[in-house]
């Protein structure tokens, strides 16, 4: 049975009861939404998982063979091949960085942290992205479990790391008459960054410009993923949203240091699907 991220990260969540790198600059010439800030470009690692999983280092090299710059570790802790040496040694033998990791809350939690700590000290990782979060019947939950959050970004700081959270469907869905999303940020200091998820949107609720809008500086990367009414396994470039506008507001006004494919669908093999999103992204940035 195929898992999607969304179930995966929310077994974890479930579990508890309810409970970087800077962009280089711009190059000469460019023009478009380059202009303003050249955003590297990097790929989530649940897009390759079972390869990344089977082979490390050759699907690590096979990556930045196409042209990445960065990798996005999703629950690399889930994965005994992914031990941090040996992600390490890849990373620097192939001259690629490490944008982010995907976790749970849970291994933020003591007993975990100073493990997480480690580990991604050891990659040279400074940014952790919660990849989801328990879910929440009420908004008071909702301004409770941002309190909690916001807490641990103060912890995380302390050992020179930033914290955020990546968003899903459900996020966006009115609660007593209010966004989660909205209610979440609002609740936090700007210690707690937000990844962008673009296509993990519903269409009839929001717009990923307006978030962009919203709460300027604060989106450190983004999940370069499209999305279309027609075609539900489209890739980058193959759908509706407006990634030229997107990529300019986060090249200005987001604070946007990386640029993350993703491909979740199984309509293409993983390492096709990414190399074909990065050749469609390059061309929109051109």
């Not at 999607?4 to 929310?10: A, K, L, N, T, V």
């Not at 009420?138 to 916001?150: F, P």
């Not at 209010?178 to 998820?197: K, Y």
């Not at 307006?210 to 999940?223: E, F, V």
């Amino acid at each position: 049975m195929k898992v999607s991220r969304r179930e995966f990260g929310g077994a974890l969540a479930g579990a508890l009861g309810g409970w970087g790198c800077s962009s280089p600059e711009p190059a000469a010439g460019t023009s478009g939404p380059a202009a303003a800030k050249r955003i590297p470009i990097g790929v989530e690692s649940w897009s390759v998982k079972e390869m990344l999983a089977a082979d490390p280092e050759g699907s690590i090299a096979e990556l930045a063979e196409m042209g990445y710059e960065g990798i996005e570790l999703a629950h690399y802790y889930n994965w005994e091949s992914l031990t941090a040496d040996r992600v390490k040694k890849a990373l620097d033998a192939n001259g690629i960085g490490c944008c982010s990791v995907h976790l749970n809350i849970k291994t933020l939690e003591p007993g975990e942290l100073e493990r997480t700590i480690e580990y991604n000290k050891t990659i040279d990782n400074s940014v952790l992205i919660l990849a989801s979060l328990p879910h929440q019947e009420t908004i008071a939950g909702w301004e409770n479990l941002a309190k909690r959050v916001d807490e641990l970004a103060a912890k995380v700081g302390e050992y020179g790391m930033r914290l955020g959270y990546h968003n899903h469907a459900g996020d966006f869905e009115p609660l007593e008459g209010q966004v989660p999303w909205e209610v979440f940020f609002n609740n936090t200091s700007d210690r707690v960054i937000h990844q962008l998820d673009v296509g993990n949107m519903p269409q009839q609720y929001q717009d990923p410009v307006k978030y962009l809008k919203m709460y300027p500086g604060r989106t450190q990367s983004i999940h370069v993923k499209d999305r279309s009414p027609e075609h539900e396994q489209a890739l980058v470039g193959e759908g509706v949203l407006p990634f030229r506008e997107i990529f300019d507001l986060c090249a200005t006004i987001g604070g946007t240091e990386w640029y993350i494919v993703e491909y979740e669908s199984d309509a293409y093999p993983g390492m096709e699907a990414v190399r074909r999103c990065l050749e469609n992204v390059k061309k929109v940035l051109g």
